[in-house]
C-alpha cells in the first residue's frame, strides 16, 4: 500500500462492548508513559474502556491503511491534542477520537487537521436548547423559522460539525463555536465547505452515520487548500 497516499481520510469505528479483555491487555502495553498516566487516572471503568478503545482503533487505522505499528501517542497536557510520533517513519499524520456510551470513533490523515465528533441520537437532549447557547445569532433565528419536529435534528447536524471542527483545531466549544460557519447544505452522500473567522480557517465536513441511532462530522482543516478533497474511507475493525 501506498504509504504516501494523501488524499484519503481514513476512519472507523466500533461498540464497546466488543472490545474484549484479550485486546484490553495487550493494548495496555503499548500506550506510552503519558498516555498510560491518563489512563491511570480515570476512575470510571466505562471511560477507560473508551480511553482504550480509541487507541486500539488508532492503532488498527495506522496498521491497516498505513503499515505502521511502531509509534507513540504523546500528550503535553490534558488540554493539548495528542500526537502521532513514529520512530520509523517521517509521516506526518493527524487523528482524533470520539466516542458515545456505547460507541468509539476514530479518524486519521495526512491531509491536514482532523477532528471528528459523534452523538447518540436515543439519548434525549434538547439540542435546540443546547444550541441556543454556543451557536451564532443568525443560525438561532434560522432554525426557529423551521418546524418544531426538525429543530432538535437540525441542531444536532450543527452541533456534530462545529464540534468536529473545533476539534480539529485543537480547542474546546467554549472557543468560538459560534465563529463556525456552515457554508454549503449538511450532506452525507458529499463534503461540503464550513468557515470561520478566527485565522480564516476553513474545513470540509463529511457528514457520518457510524452506526444505527448514532450520528456525527468529519472536519479536515487541509494542508493544502488548492490540493483535491481527499476521500473518505472506512476501514471496518474486526475485535
Same mark, same amino acid.
Given at each position: 500500500m501506498d504509504t504516501t497516499e494523501p488524499s484519503v481520510v481514513y476512519w472507523t469505528s466500533c461498540e464497546t462492548q466488543n472490545l474484549n479483555e484479550e485486546a484490553i491487555q495487550n493494548h495496555l502495553e503499548k500506550l506510552s508513559y503519558t498516555e498510560q498516566m491518563r489512563y491511570d487516572e480515570i476512575q470510571d471503568p466505562q471511560r477507560s474502556k473508551q480511553f482504550l478503545l480509541g487507541r486500539i482503533l488508532i492503532w488498527h487505522l495506522l496498521k491497516d491503511a498505513f503499515e505502521i505499528k511502531e509509534y507513540t501517542i504523546e500528550t503535553q497536557d490534558t488540554f493539548d491534542k495528542p500526537k502521532l510520533v513514529f520512530s520509523q517513519s517521517d509521516l506526518e499524520l493527524d487523528f482524533n477520537i470520539s466516542h458515545t456510551e456505547h460507541m468509539v470513533a476514530a479518524v486519521i490523515t495526512s491531509s491536514g487537521y482532523i477532528g471528528i465528533d459523534i452523538e447518540d441520537m436515543n439519548i434525549k437532549r434538547s439540542w435546540h436548547g443546547i444550541g441556543k447557547k454556543y451557536f451564532s445569532a443568525h443560525e438561532n433565528q434560522d432554525i426557529e423559522r423551521k418546524p418544531s419536529r426538525i429543530k432538535d435534528e437540525l441542531s444536532l447536524k450543527l452541533w456534530v460539525t462545529k464540534e468536529a471542527a473545533i476539534k480539529a483545531r485543537g480547542q474546546t466549544i467554549s472557543r468560538g463555536m459560534a465563529d463556525i460557519k456552515i457554508l454549503k447544505? %449538511?450532506?452525507?452522500? *458529499? +463534503? #461540503?465547505? /464550513?468557515? !470561520?473567522?478566527? *485565522?480564516?480557517? *476553513? %474545513?470540509? /465536513?463529511? !457528514?457520518?452515520? +457510524?452506526?444505527?441511532?448514532? #450520528? !456525527?462530522a468529519i472536519a479536515l482543516v487541509k494542508h493544502n487548500d488548492k490540493a483535491p478533497n481527499p476521500n473518505l474511507k472506512y476501514i471496518k475493525y474486526q475485535p
Open positions: 447544505r %449538511w450532506s452525507e452522500k *458529499q +463534503p #461540503f465547505d /464550513v468557515s !470561520g473567522t478566527h *485565522q480564516n480557517t *476553513q %474545513w470540509l /465536513v463529511y !457528514g457520518i452515520t +457510524p452506526m444505527k441511532d448514532h #450520528f !456525527g
